[in-house]
């Protein structure tokens, strides 16, 4: 029987490395964007897979939103058009066609915007929920004095916590925690584990503007605590929490705690009624200044003998500043609202503040300001003082305008200058500022990997793949000439000079002009300079050279230069070959002759050229080898450099040091001559040894004769 062969299963494709490593539009900008009438794609969802030629991914969701449709990103029995595109994902387009989905083109897509009747923009109305939370804010009043002098984030913040948006069970178990928190702390907290009642206190981290502090206020609130917060704006250094909050955690009366203090004290502003549980909240503890040094420290040994509980916030846990308050609290983490939530509550408010907003902007906000609830009302309110409505394309605008600066790490630097979509969103003022967000390592980052990218620049009309390699080849040589041209300005910044207004030209010579070069898509991950590791080792090399030719001078002439490619090789030929022969007497005379020591023999044979693959002569001796070798080389003397005089002396030993022949030594002009004729005044015992300084004598006996030796002082004062 003929054995048939197994089929293998067909290899699925890397999803994510496809899109990362994509090929932008072709011909990006020959065709006008397509221009519909108003509101033509209401009701309309639209999923976007692969690449069109003439606009980005982003310009086609744009215009999908500007005339009302929705963009999901999967498809569903509600999708009514796949827009397919170059490279676009085989699951997406099979199930399109299995539910019936229409797909289009690039050019079916112009056809349909252009050609779509205009329908009428309705602003939409709040939601209607099932229960009373839903429509909270809709219950609240704007017409009285207090109201409409208050800011939107104070007059719709929740008071409820069925109000709160986003994390659900987290806000629910803190308030399980807090509510439990008395019966808890009279068995006696464990601190350790993954249930939260067993901690004394909790740490609220996660994103600004998702509601961390709003929940620990609410929380409070609705279980009969009142909450005493601290923010950046209060000096929390260890000085003053000893002197305030200190005494809070001890569980003292309000009356004691809110007395006036003391001049050398700090007045803390009463803020909470007397009479009522308390709850102290500690906002923003990674950022804690140079101000408030220690106060983490002391903050963590406070809650561990706390007698209420502690809630911290913080938006980054991984900072160190808050390494000390998570080993003594429970991390309860926040994540992003769903902009769906986010959608449905700030429709409600536009709809109380009588401001026409669209769905639409209302998502181009959400996904500007990184889903921050508070930031969003914010900007709301602000834009309601001189306009009363709102649009998809005013909102992204009004999302630039007000988008939050965050600092890059030193791995999304590349990205955000090799990625051909992200050099098409900026201008070159943006460009140059990505350079100040790391100046010390961002242009060795560049170095690093601009081989790594695939030039969108060397593509040809033709499409000749021997035609594209060149044309790659020649924009990275320019790559490098302009890598080239910034180290030149960087030595005028870090040499003798210290021209630090140059700055600006070095980030324009070293990252934005590489990178207008070789900009398209990176091949493969970004990875850390390697020439901070390649300039330390030539440093250590170099330092261990100077070493060696410092030993090997009385015996050859040259600079270490010289000794580097005239000595060393023929040397290690020598010391490394008899070695590997078992010929340790040879070896070790050969090390005498010009001073080396053991440890120079490593130096020794790192210094070895040696190809990619090859061991360095060091590690080809045998273990056994090299154990006899060390053990023979530390049982003999071994001339020193520049000893005096008299025989070589061995290794130095971690015993008790000896003077060497030779050794001049300072004497003390105050001090006695003393003659080998004199007697040993030690064993006169008229004479007390104590005043003597070049005798010590042990503690023992210093102890046992103590008071005899007081005794006979005091005779020889009184004689």
């Known amino acids: 029987m003929e054995e048939v062969e197994e089929e293998k299963p067909k290899k699925k494709n890397n999803y994510f490395a496809m899109m990362k490593n994509k090929e932008g539009p072709k011909a990006l900008g020959s065709r006008p964007e397509p221009v519909g009438a108003n509101n033509c794609l209401a009701n309309k969802t639209f999923v976007i897979s692969g690449q069109y030629e003439t606009l980005t991914r982003e310009q086609t969701k744009d215009i999908v939103m500007r005339y009302g449709g929705k963009v999901t990103g999967a498809i569903s029995g509600k999708t009514n058009y796949l827009l397919l595109g170059r490279d676009a994902g085989e699951s ?53 004095d207090a109201n409409a002098t208050q800011t939107w984030t104070e007059k719709y913040k929740p008071t409820r916590v069925q109000e709160i948006l986003g994390n659900k069970e987290t806000v629910k178990k803190i308030d399980e925690w807090l509510a439990n928190w008395q019966k808890n702390y009279a068995k006696g907290f464990e601190g350790e584990g993954d249930d939260m009642s067993n901690w004394r206190s909790i740490l609220l981290s996660g994103p600004p503007g998702i509601g961390k502090t709003t929940t620990a206020s609410v929380v409070a609130k609705s279980n009969g605590y009142e909450p005493l917060e601290f923010n950046a704006s209060d000096v929390r250094s260890k000085k003053v929490l000893e002197a305030s909050i200190s005494e809070m955690m001890d569980n003292r009366t309000m009356t004691e705690f809110f007395q006036p203090a003391s001049k050398n004290t700090k007045n803390i502003e009463p803020k909470m009624l007397q009479g009522k549980k308390v709850v102290l909240i500690m906002d923003e503890v990674d950022g804690m200044s140079g101000g408030d040094r220690g106060g983490a420290a002391e903050l963590a040994s406070m809650i561990k003998k706390s007698k209420i509980p502690v809630i911290c916030i913080c938006n980054d846990s991984r900072s160190p500043k808050v390494a000390p308050l998570l080993k003594v609290c429970y991390e309860a983490k926040y994540r992003r609202t769903p902009a769906a939530q986010i959608r449905s509550r700030i429709l409600s408010i536009a709809f109380k503040e009588k401001l026409n907003i669209t769905p639409n902007a209302v998502d181009e906000l959400v996904s500007s300001t990184h889903n921050d609830i508070r930031q969003i009302i914010n900007i709301l309110s602000t834009y309601r003082l001189n306009e009363d409505g709102l649009n998809f394309d005013q909102a992204k605008k009004l999302g630039k305008t007000n988008q939050k600066f965050t600092v890059l790490n030193l791995f999304e630097i590349p990205g955000a200058l090799f990625s051909a979509d992200s050099w098409r969103s900026k201008n070159l003022n943006e460009k140059a500022n990505i350079y100040f967000h790391d100046y010390t390592l961002a242009n060795l980052i560049i170095q690093e990997n601009y081989l790594k990218c695939k030039p969108e620049r060397a593509r040809t009309p033709t499409g000749n793949p021997i035609e594209e390699a ?3 080849m020649e924009l990275m040589s320019q790559a490098a000439d302009a890598i080239a041209d910034g180290d030149l300005v960087d030595s005028m910044i870090h040499g003798s000079v210290q021209q630090y207004s140059l700055m600006p030209v070095h980030s324009i010579f070293s990252c934005v002009r590489p990178a207008s070069f070789v900009r398209g898509a990176l091949t493969s991950r970004v990875n850390f300079p390697s020439w901070l590791g390649q300039n330390s080792k030539a440093g250590k090399y170099q330092r261990a050279l100077a070493d060696i030719q410092t030993r090997m001078r009385l015996k050859a002439s040259g600079d270490k230069f010289e000794i580097r490619q005239n000595y060393i090789p023929t040397l290690n030929s020598r010391i490394f070959g008899a070695l590997s022969q078992d010929n340790v007497d040879e070896t070790i005379d050969y090390m005498d002759t010009y001073y080396l020591e053991r440890e120079n023999l490593d130096i020794l044979s790192e210094l070895t050229f040696t190809a990619p693959k090859e061991k360095a002569p060091l590690a080809l001796v045998p273990t056994k080898t090299k154990s006899a070798f060390t053990r023979t080389y530390n049982a003999r003397n ?31 002009d105050t001090a006695e001559v003393f003659s080998e004729d004199e007697p040993d005044m030690a064993d006169d015992p008229e004479v007390d040894i104590q005043n003597i300084k070049y005798v010590k004598e042990s503690k023992k006996r210093k102890s046992a004769e103590g008071s005899n030796g007081a005794k006979k002082t005091k005779k020889q004062k009184t004689k």
């Open 92 to 144: 997406k387009t099979a199930k399109a066609k299995a539910l019936g989905t229409k797909i289009l083109d690039e050019d079916g897509f112009y056809n349909l915007v252009e050609s779509s009747a205009p329908q009428k923009e309705e602003f939409a109305a709040p939601p209607k929920g099932k229960g009373k939370a839903s429509d909270s804010v809709n219950d609240i009043a704007i017409s009285s």
């Open 470 to 472: 060149c044309n790659e």
């Open 638 to 668: 071994h001339p020193i450099l520049f000893q005096s005089s008299g025989e070589p002396i061995k290794k130095a030993s971690n015993g008790p040091k000896e003077e060497a022949e030779g050794t001049l030594v300072v004497e003390d």
